[in-house]
């Protein structure tokens, strides 16, 4: 092969590989159409000029992997060593094509045009999604790393680092509150505290369960066994899985390795993502050993930065003291703050009398004090159904549409969910119904002279009734009478929570003839707390009321 055709052959390869710089983009994000990253091609063009022949080219959306997708296509046939052949060649130019300047060299065209670039970079450039952590060379850090995906088309990244470093375990840890829709409503998880380790240079947790009595749970077919609950990534509901035999001596452990990709705790045993964990009380068990605490909370601020120089003051709630379970230990503490050590150039690393030491992976002035009186070394396991506070008492919900009751879950705090329902709505009036009159003048007394109408009316949306009394005597009975200083009164006598019976004379019975009707109402509402009704004109609850004559 000559020289000229040697040259033939690369100089449209070099020509090819020149990229044209990308416009700034308008705005900051995915482009409109995405980065294409250039054409390029495996095949090797058989002929040497003239167009003759064409070679398969493939590019690639380097913004297709953060959701930036490219327009067109990634694929293409295009001719290849276009430049027009030279003496003593045949012919000029392959047909179709035919001799053209192109770029100021003699090539056999036209060639196929690319579509209109309608790319740009966009600002600060794009970068991929980060990749997964992996221990660095030096054992002394996570690392993890991304990449540049518009760099090869021009638009280098300019805010940001390629390489995330992080001395701690990288994945989340167990979260202090995990809320979402569980069947009974939104159930709130806290981790508690087991004796429980993490190694920071492996990420494997592992912490020791229980079986002390108060620790283990009948759990069909077993009858003294090691049963935790736990709370998947992205699920409607937690998930009971059997640790151990009781019965059985040796140490039984919780144990969740990081998934170093996904940054979320896998149980060992299922491989589940798990956002928390809890274990479970015994069967019958109704308070959990100890009570169930609140988590320890200040509202100080810590001025010295280092050294355990000052302590903070931290209160906590026992959660269900309110359901009648106490909970033992201190609700009130003063423990060290910002415990880190001081650095060069601070003139000591720790505040007497505390001393450098490494707690949990890092170098600390410690030893930090330990809640000796508190019930956070206890089983803290959960009741199985809960702890429901007491219903308070009805109320009208927002649509003022139902009369509802509500309760709260007092042990969802610490981890335990209730079963059962927050929510107790009816669009009844929930008040009792009156005795009835036969019981109210046994219990009171009075003689039945005539069985009468009372057209007793209950509104609802209201939670108030009216019952009507004959205010004349023209059905030939004493219904009124004179009293006092008033000539014409009726009499009732109310059933009261105790004996004896309350009368009262509630109106001048002629007012009847303002309403042209021989009845006058009386009333009553609703004591949503006591759940029974209270007379209107005195105030006083009542279960059930009688008109005896006058």
Known sequence: MKFYER?????????????????ACANPGCPTGGIWSEWTTTDRCPTTCGSCSKAFHTRRCLTAEIECPCTGNDTRYYPCNTLACVYPAQRTCCIPYVPMIINGSMTCGPLPKDPVVTSCCPAGGLWSNWGGYVRNSENTAFERTRRCLSEEAGCNCTTGNSVNTNKLCPCASFVDTYDTYFKNGTDILYTTSYNRE???????????????SDACSNWEPYTS???IRYWKKDAINYTEYRMADCNDPANQYFRAYCDFKTGYYRFYNTDDEVLGWKQQCPSGQTCPIGGLWSEWATTGKCTSECGSCEKLYYTRVCLTENAGCNCTGDSSRF??????????????????PFVP????????????????????????CCPPGGIWSEWTAFGRDPTKTFWVQTRECVSEAAGCPCEGDRTKPQTAC????????????????????KKREYNVTITDNTCSMTASLVASNDDKYANCKAVGNYDYLPRIVFATL???CK???PFYCEERRKVQSNYLPISFTCDLKELKWRYDYTGEIVNGFIQTLA
């Open 7 to 23: 040259s033939i052959i690369f100089l449209p390869i070099l020509i090819g590989s020149c990229w044209a710089a990308l416009p």
């Open 430 to 449: 929930p008040c009792s119904s009156f005795a009835s009159v036969e019981n109210v003048a046994s219990y009171c007394g009075e003689t039945i002279v």
């Open 225 to 227: 066994t090691n049963v």
């Open 335 to 352: 423990l060290p703050c910002n415990t880190q050590t001081c650095i060069y150039p601070a003139q000591r690393s720790c505040c007497i």
């Open 198 to 212: 993490l190694n920071l240079t492996t990420c494997i947790f592992w912490s020791l369960l229980y079986k002390t």
């Open 503 to 505: 009368e009262d004379r």
């Open 357 to 380: 030491m490494v707690i949990n992976g890092t170098m600390q002035c410690g030893p930090i004090p330990k809640d000796k009186k508190s019930s956070s070394g206890n089983s803290q």
């Open 498 to 500: 105790e004996l004896p």
